[in-house]
């Protein structure tokens, strides 16, 4: 199953909500995502403009956006950004499809050779 980098910020009032009512974040996240047919890696806390990231494993693009979605319309956010990761064969596998594509850039009158 595809994998899914989520980068978060919470709003001032979810800290203020989590410091009066704490919780382990991860064990509801965690539930919530597998309600969908989705796995949570693991979720990390961070310092800096992100206050969490989260690694989701998914059945599909659909779906992960589905939950992209609920979170992000919750309000419960300052930010939720969603990442497809790749594997490292996916990855050679696109290396290959770009190398046979002739992209034709803006101003360019010929395709730049793959």
């Given at each position: 199953?595809?994998?899914?980098?989520?980068?978060?910020?919470?709003?001032?009032?979810?800290?203020?909500?989590?410091?009066?009512?704490?919780?382990?974040?991860?064990?509801t996240v965690r539930a919530m995502?597998a309600?969908?047919?989705?796995?949570l890696h693991?979720?990390?806390f961070?310092f800096?403009?992100?206050?969490?990231?989260?690694?989701?494993?998914?059945?599909?693009?659909?779906?992960a956006?589905?939950?992209?979605?609920?979170v992000?319309?919750?309000?419960?956010?300052?930010?939720?950004?969603?990442?497809v990761?790749?594997?490292q064969?996916?990855?050679?596998?696109?290396?290959?499809?770009a190398?046979?594509i002739?992209?034709?850039?803006?101003?360019?009158r010929?395709?730049?050779p793959?």
């Amino acid at each position: 199953m595809p994998l899914y980098m989520a980068q978060l910020g919470y709003t001032a009032q979810s800290w203020a909500a989590m410091v009066e009512s704490r919780q382990n974040r991860e064990e509801t996240v965690r539930a919530m995502l597998a309600d969908a047919g989705c796995t949570l890696h693991h979720l990390w806390f961070a310092f800096g403009e992100d206050d969490a990231f989260a690694l989701i494993e998914a059945p599909d693009n659909v779906t992960a956006a589905g939950i992209a979605i609920a979170v992000a319309s919750s309000g419960s956010f300052r930010h939720f950004k969603t990442t497809v990761l790749m594997t490292q064969e996916e990855t050679l596998q696109a290396l290959e499809k770009a190398a046979g594509i002739a992209y034709v850039g803006p101003g360019a009158r010929e395709a730049v050779p793959a």
